[in-house]
């Protein structure tokens, strides 16, 4: 049987698990589980269609524009999301489906058309590059605090004109597989911001997340960072995402997360199958 059939086959039977019936119980208040839960769900709680520019820049060379549009489906767990590059044009139409799991890693699906070939990535894969970027597959995926262990660490004094945050310590809960041993980061209590995150990887530093906030603008009622920056130090190479636009979306078909939309559809369907939400500005 050909590589891909099985692959798609194994896509279909994914999509037809509809996963556990009851999901975790909230965080204790106060506790540094609620204030990064708080964060996450400022970033996916809600469906909506994202489009984004990825600009890497490495060792002083020129920049690399990547142009894409994500639609996210958080309203309905597990969560659901689909990422098309739409620039340059020779990755233009290469589309990744990403399908959650509880307590365990997230499901990745990379379609490229220029073979015509659907690959599924494994859990040791979450920690690759995502297209040449600084982010890594696992970056892009939702994130929920099930999949998390997390505690509060000591904090510095802040450096002078440094935004005032509460430091946590993130490390994967038992079952979860993550390609970090573990992250720090810095949360802004009063909007429920990720500031700045550190990823460390066999006790090693090796790269920073820190979100402009400045460029942190009201989306309905969440948070949301239009300006990252992502940075490797020992590869000497930096990535900023680019929000130009964030859409809410009232209702988001579940038929676009399958594996037929995801080789034969195109950013415009995917838009125009959803629903814009009533008091979406952007």
Same mark, same amino acid.
């Given at each position: 049987?050909?590589?891909?059939?099985?692959?798609?086959?194994?896509?279909?039977?994914?999509?037809?698990?509809?996963? +556990? +019936?009851?999901?975790?119980?909230?965080?204790?208040?106060?506790?540094?589980?609620?204030?990064?839960?708080?964060?996450?769900?400022?970033?996916?709680?809600?469906?909506?269609?994202?489009?984004?520019?990825?600009?890497?820049?490495?060792?002083?060379?020129?920049?690399?524009?990547?142009?894409?549009?994500?639609?996210?489906?958080?309203?309905?767990?597990?969560?659901?999301?689909?990422?098309?590059?739409?620039?340059?044009?020779?990755?233009?139409?290469?589309?990744?489906?990403?399908?959650?799991?509880?307590? %365990?890693?997230?499901?990745?699906?990379?379609?490229?058309?220029?073979?015509?070939?659907?690959?599924?990535?494994?859990?040791?894969?979450?920690?690759?590059?995502?297209?040449?970027?600084?982010?890594?597959?696992?970056?892009?995926? +939702?994130?929920?605090?099930?999949?998390?262990?997390?505690?509060?660490?000591?904090?510095? %004094?802040?450096?002078?004109?440094?935004?005032?945050?509460?430091?946590?310590?993130?490390?994967?809960?038992?079952?979860?597989?993550?390609?970090?041993?573990?992250?720090?980061?810095?949360?802004?209590?009063?909007?429920?911001?990720?500031?700045?995150?550190?990823?460390?990887?066999?006790?090693?530093?090796?790269?920073?997340?820190?979100?402009?906030?400045?460029?942190?603008?009201?989306?309905?009622?969440?948070?949301?960072?239009?300006?990252?920056?992502?940075?490797?130090?020992?590869?000497?190479?930096?990535?900023?995402?680019?929000?130009?636009?964030?859409?809410?979306?009232?209702?988001?078909?579940?038929?676009?997360?399958? %594996?037929?939309?995801?080789?034969?559809?195109?950013?415009?369907?995917?838009?125009?199958?959803?629903? +814009?939400?009533?008091?979406?500005?952007?």
């Amino acid at each position: 049987m050909p590589r891909q059939t099985i692959l798609l086959g194994t896509l279909v039977l994914a999509l037809a698990w509809s996963g +556990p +019936p009851a999901w975790s119980a909230a965080p204790e208040p106060g506790s540094a589980a609620a204030l990064l839960d708080r964060a996450y769900k400022n970033l996916y709680a809600e469906d909506y269609i994202q489009t984004l520019v990825l600009a890497t820049r490495s060792r002083g060379g020129s920049e690399m524009r990547r142009r894409l549009q994500l639609t996210r489906r958080q309203s309905v767990r597990p969560g659901k999301a689909l990422l098309r590059f739409l620039y340059p044009q020779s990755i233009r139409r290469t589309s990744v489906l990403v399908l959650e799991n509880e307590g %365990a890693s997230d499901d990745f699906y990379v379609y490229l058309p220029a073979v015509r070939i659907t690959r599924h990535l494994s859990s040791a894969q979450k920690g690759d590059s995502f297209f040449g970027t600084d982010l890594s597959y696992e970056d892009v995926e +939702p994130k929920s605090i099930e999949d998390f262990e997390v505690r509060f660490v000591e904090e510095d %004094a802040p450096p002078p004109g440094a935004a005032p945050c509460v430091r946590v310590e993130i490390t994967a809960a038992p079952g979860f597989d993550s390609a970090y041993e573990r992250q720090v980061s810095c949360l802004e209590r009063e909007r429920g911001i990720i500031l700045w995150t550190d990823y460390y990887v066999k006790g090693r530093h090796l790269k920073r997340l820190t979100v402009d906030p400045a460029e942190v603008r009201r989306v309905g009622d969440r948070w949301i960072p239009f300006l990252i920056t992502l940075e490797t130090p020992r590869l000497r190479s930096s990535t900023k995402v680019i929000t130009e636009d964030y859409e809410l979306r009232a209702e988001i078909p579940d038929n676009l997360f399958n %594996a037929w939309n995801l080789e034969a559809g195109d950013a415009r369907s995917d838009r125009r199958k959803t629903t +814009p939400a009533p008091d979406d500005d952007q």
